[in-house]
């Protein structure tokens, strides 16, 4: 992504290995000034996204992070993202 945007997200896939149910309740990372758990909803044909205080993860399943669904957003970037 080009260093001057400095809002973004990130998409990953989750595993819970545990036999009881899991929650994703914080993400923190040095490269954003803020993050964020978030979900992106229809309103009205509208794409919008919130804020959520957890992601739920089921046991021995995978909950997956991606465009148009759950994902981690990253506000204030002081550097650029990479795939990794
Ligand atoms: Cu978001």
Known sequence: MPPVVKTSAAFLQ???????EQFVV???????????????????????????PHIHMPPGENVALEPGGLHIM???LKGTLREG
């Open 74 to 76: 990253l506000f204030d």
């Open 26 to 52: 914080s993400a923190s990372t040095p490269i954003a000034g803020a993050v964020e758990l978030h979900m992106h909803l229809h309103d009205n044909g509208v794409m919008r996204m919130r804020q959520i």
């Open 14 to 20: 989750l595993h819970n290995d545990a036999p009881t």
